[in-house]
């Protein structure tokens, strides 16, 4: 027997993104979007609508990153998602956290957050079925305290994920498989 539930938003685990932008003074501003993924190997889609001060900054700068938020900064990124940048002027100052200028587009880096993906704007749609950012991935990076032998170690970078039925976040760390070789096993 199944229990029908009132929510539609219900594929879990979400990615808890931290999108970042330079605003017009060229102060940080951060946003937590629980909205986006990979469209392809080298896109990114946010779900977000243009109210967002983080989506203006995104159009007037050309360039935005994408951080993995981690079970260290819980506070910080889930501050980012319910304070608005519209409002809170210095948003970023009262996190604590740290940004540096990302090497190829004009976007901060959140310092504190082990993976970051600086992204080109490439467009804004905004249609019946959605409405979003599209950025190209120019450069990936991450914190070395992640990487083992060249590669980042998922266990160590503490990803969390949101939980849209009860609106917690959870860590995901634990490796259990073999993407494109577990299967292979059913294959005859």
Request: charged share 25%.
């Given at each position: 027997m199944r229990t029908k539930l009132n929510i539609t938003e219900g594929i879990f685990p979400m990615p808890v993104l931290m999108v970042a932008t330079y605003n017009e003074d060229g102060s940080v501003n951060v946003m937590n979007?629980?909205?986006?993924?990979?469209?392809?190997?080298?896109?990114?889609?946010?779900?977000?609508?243009?109210?967002?001060?983080?989506?203006?900054?995104?159009?007037?700068?050309?360039a935005f990153t994408v951080s993995i938020a981690d079970a260290a900064h819980i506070v910080e990124a889930d501050y980012f998602?319910?304070?608005?940048?519209?409002?809170?002027?210095?948003?970023?100052?009262?996190?604590?956290?740290?940004?540096?200028?990302?090497?190829?587009?004009?976007?901060?880096?959140?310092?504190?957050?082990?993976?970051?993906?600086?992204?080109?704007?490439?467009?804004?749609?905004?249609?019946?079925?959605g409405c979003g950012v599209i950025g190209k991935v120019i450069n990936v990076t991450a914190d070395e305290s992640v990487m083992v032998d060249g590669k980042i170690d998922m266990s160590k970078v503490n990803a969390i994920a949101f939980d849209p039925y009860t609106h917690g976040y959870y860590k995901v760390t634990e490796r259990v498989g073999e993407a494109f070789r577990d299967g292979l096993k059913l294959k005859k």
């Open positions: 979007a629980a909205w986006g993924t990979m469209q392809e190997r080298d896109s990114v889609v946010l779900n977000l609508t243009e109210t967002h001060k983080t989506v203006q900054n995104i159009k007037a700068r050309g998602g319910v304070e608005s940048g519209n409002k809170v002027a210095d948003k970023f100052a009262r996190s604590g956290l740290t940004a540096s200028k990302a090497e190829t587009v004009d976007a901060p880096v959140i310092n504190e957050f082990p993976i970051c993906l600086e992204c080109r704007f490439i467009e804004y749609q905004n249609n019946a079925y």
